[in-house]
Each structure stands twice: as C-alpha cells, then as structure tokens.
C-alpha cells in the first residue's frame, strides 16, 4: 500500500494558538486529500478535504493546503479552542490507508 | 437514520476462542473496510471489500476472516491463530472503491482475556 507519514505525533498548544499537521504521500497519482478526526472512544469522522485541482480549501477555522510537487498536505486550525482535542488522521484514500495520527491538545 | 452500525460495542472473549464483529450499512456504499486500532496507534487496514462476493487483505490480515455475501454486511471474524487480538476495531464504508470520503462505524473493543 501508499506510504502515508504524519508529523507531528503529538502537539499541544495554547488555546487561541495555531496549530498545523501535515502529511506526506508518495502515489503521485494520488488525487483526494481528506483530513480526519477521532474523539475519545469514537470513529473517525472527515473535517476537511481537498482535491489535487486546487491548492488550498478553508472552512472557518480549518484549511488543508496541497502541495503535488512535494507531495504533501497539511491541516491547519486557527483560534484553537479546547473541544479541537483530538487525534487528527490524514489518509491516502487511493490505498485506503491512514497516516499514524496527530494528538492534539489544547489547554485553555 | 443512515449509517454504519457495529455491534457489540464491547466484547470480551476468551483466549483461543474464534469471534465475529459485525458491520451494517445502509448507506449503499460498495466499498466497505475493517481497521484495526491499538492504543495510542493509527488505523491499520486488515481487509477491504469494494464489491459482493470480492475482498482483498490488507496490511495485517494474518488471523483474521471476513465475507461479503451482502452489500450491506462485511462482519469480520477474529480466529485463534490471531496472537494479540486485543484492539480496537473499526468499519468503514465509502461510495467509491478509491478516492472517496471514509464513513466510520462507531467501533468494536474486543478484550481477550
């Protein structure tokens, strides 16, 4: 399968803060880019995805940006709020596979 | 209400003791998969179906079994010669085979004692 690595494995920050993850792919054919997140004890669910046609997507506070050269997308969450505690998984669709996962913590 | 349901939520079972974890949709989604997740750990695909009748292995399906009799159902079966079947399991589905967003069963937390 497509080798799919995620930096970093954990992040904390101060509510309010940035926060970015970001993923790395290597099926250059690769043409779907979805970021998920799993609470405590739950299924992972899509927050924001994007298409190899465009560079960047926002959705109020989260945006993914792709960058096909080097192959990699990021998440990017502003305003950081303590409910944005979460693992966050990027995935290679193509080959149904999953990065290893970002825990992300915000202290209020 | 359309979705994904995984039953039971929780299942203990005892060690050398073969276990089936059950996954329905009605979503009419083709493809369907089954993850495994231990604490702390990514998703790791163990198989996936993206038509009746037809599945593949995936990364880890060494002790694990499924079929694919029905669009709606992919149940998965944990046998014996799996040596650390304690995990977390989750099903997905998505419409397409490839390049689709994922939808997530709620999960199964099987604990071998």
């Known amino acids: 399968g497509e080798n799919v690595e995620q930096h970093p494995s954990t992040l904390s920050v101060q509510e309010g803060d940035s926060a970015v993850i970001k993923c790395t792919y290597s099926?250059?054919?690769?043409?779907?880019f979805p970021w998920y997140k799993q609470e405590l004890g739950k299924g992972p669910q899509l927050i924001i995805d994007i298409r190899s046609n465009v560079g960047e997507k926002k959705d109020q506070r989260i945006a993914v940006t792709l960058n096909k050269t080097a192959k990699h997308f990021s998440l990017h969450i502003t305003e950081t709020q303590p409910e944005d505690s979460a693992v966050y998984f990027c995935?290679?669709?193509?080959?149904?596979?999953f990065g290893a996962g970002t825990r992300l913590t915000v202290k209020p | 209400d359309g979705g994904i349901t995984q039953s039971p939520k929780y299942l203990f079972r005892k060690e050398g003791q073969n276990v089936t974890l059950s996954c329905e949709q009605n979503?009419?989604?083709?493809?369907m998969y089954w993850y495994r997740q231990d604490p702390g750990q990514g998703l790791r695909l163990i198989y996936y179906?993206?038509?009746?009748?037809?599945?593949q292995k995936g990364d880890i399906a060494e002790g694990y079994s499924v079929s694919r009799e029905k669009k709606e159902s992919f149940p998965l079966t944990v046998t014996s010669a799996q040596k650390n079947p304690t995990a977390f399991y989750l099903c997905a589905t998505s419409y397409g085979a490839q390049g689709a967003e994922a939808f997530f069963g709620q999960g199964t937390r099987l604990t071998v004692v």
């Open positions: 995935a290679a669709p193509l080959h149904m596979r």
């Open positions: 979503l009419n989604h083709d493809a």
């Open positions: 179906s993206q038509i009746v009748n037809d599945f």
């Open positions: 099926d250059s054919a690769s043409n779907y």
